[in-house]
């Protein structure tokens, strides 16, 4: 097995996750090169613990960039405005990329990406780390063997819970536009982004064309005091006449295992985040499938060296990506604006000396607007708003929220 060398740009926050992973594989697929971050006293300890290894530390990427030219694939794992520029310095420098989610949060920055791993021949790899559990995995070759038969629609839900300081982690969570470039941090572009970007590659891997929206029509909501949305449902029409739902929510009384739903022709399949599907023929056959535990993170970088080094098929190559950026872009362009949830349907309590923020029944209301495969405001929700479609034909250029920048 051939051992690839890795430069790390971000090591604190989510970055923690790539290092972690990283170290797993360290000798066996991975020899960890170089790392950045931009503050040593705030990581001084793994910095240090790194150094003593023979791990070269920067504040500057550029430098890591210019003083590595060896490095197999660097990571990219920091603020999300902060993607789009570095991925393209990266490939334009001969890097290719394993780069977090999301990978760009407009669809004038994803398209600037593609141009450049276009120009430049590099590989870039987008780490929505759940299209690499064998469950999905699996469901996709199932519907790529047509085995579920044409595809009809595709709704998923997510449900979580956050308390109040998962929004001051950072100086844009929970932002729009933070420094004049756009975040657009919430459910859809962040915690349960791998949801959406899975039922469209769902919706791509039945038909070629068939995951790209045409049409979207969103509401976008939040309860918590912020910027973003922390609460959405969304109808996404695509090339393809397949219809996708979203339902998300921070919100959540409790804490879910995020699923999709399948309707097709021959069968209706349920997949869970949790790495398990099952699936009920119309014959009257049943099928379930459980991937057991998985440490997904670590599947990516798997993936990405054996992609390098062997040729295998890359789980989230950058230009699937394009879809969630464009439904993305669609959703808000629809919505217009983020919905307040009046107080009185807000429920603020303390548990364990953290603050969580509740809306009343939304558990039940993403439960009959999934059923029914409606909006919020079309089942009669009181605080629902009612918003317009957009349509994406000839879409090239986000722009909303300029005034914020």
């Known amino acids: 097995m051939s051992i690839a060398k890795v430069g790390l740009i971000g090591i604190s926050g989510f970055g923690s996750i790539h290092l972690r992973s990283i ?62 520029p570095m991925a393209i310095e990266a490939m334009e420098k001969g890097f290719n990329v394993l780069l977090e989610k999301p990978p760009a949060v407009t669809i004038q920055d994803i398209d600037a990406i593609i141009e450049t791993k276009r120009k430049t021949n590099k590989v870039c790899s987008v ?27 595709i709704v998923g839900i997510g449900r979580w819970k956050r308390d109040e300081s998962y929004y001051q982690r950072n100086a844009w969570a929970g ?55 922390d609460t959405a449902c969304v109808r996404i029409i695509t090339h393809g006449g397949t219809e996708v739902y979203f339902y998300s929510t921070l ?6 295992s995020p699923f999709i739903i399948i309707e097709a022709e021959k069968a209706k399949a349920n997949w869970w985040f949790s790495n398990r599907f099952k699936i009920e023929y119309c014959d009257g056959s049943v099928e379930e499938f ?71 029944g939304i558990k039940e209301i993403i439960d009959k607007a999934a059923f029914h495969k409606r909006l919020y405001s079309e089942i009669g929700i009181k605080w629902a708003q009612k918003t317009s479609v957009f349509d994406l034909g000839n879409y090239n250029y986000f722009s909303l929220y300029k005034e914020s920048m």
């Open 23 to 84: 170290e797993q594989l360290q000798g066996k697929m991975i020899d960890l090169k170089a790392i950045v971050a931009t503050s040593y006293e705030k990581n001084k300890e793994v910095i240090d613990r790194l150094t003593l290894q023979g791990v070269k530390y920067y504040q500057d990427y550029r430098l890591m960039l210019e003083n590595h030219k060896e490095l197999d694939f660097v990571a990219i794992s920091t603020p999300i405005h902060l993607h789009t």
């Open 127 to 153: 780490n929505f780390q759940n299209t690499s559990g064998k469950a999905f995995r699996k469901l996709l070759e199932y519907i790529k063997e047509g085995r579920l038969g044409r595809i009809k629609s």
């Open 175 to 229: 932002k729009l536009v933070v420094d004049g470039n756009y975040v657009l941090d919430g459910t859809i572009n962040n915690p349960l982004a791998h949801l959406l970007n899975n039922e469209l590659i769902i919706a791509e891997t039945a038909q070629p064309g068939g995951g790209v929206p045409k049409k979207v029509q969103a509401e976008l909501y939040h309860g918590h005091k912020i910027e973003g949305e």
């Open 251 to 256: 919100c959540n009384r409790e804490e879910e």
């Open 290 to 360: 459980d991937g057991g535990k998985e440490d997904l993170f670590v599947n990516m970088y798997v993936n990405m060296v054996e992609h390098l080094f062997e040729g295998k098929q890359l789980y989230c190559p950058l230009e699937i990506t394009r879809n969630f950026v464009l439904a993305s872009n669609g959703a808000f362009e629809s919505s217009k604006r983020i919905f307040d949830i009046p107080d009185e349907y807000i429920e603020i309590e303390n548990e364990n000396g953290k603050v969580y923020t509740y809306i009343k």
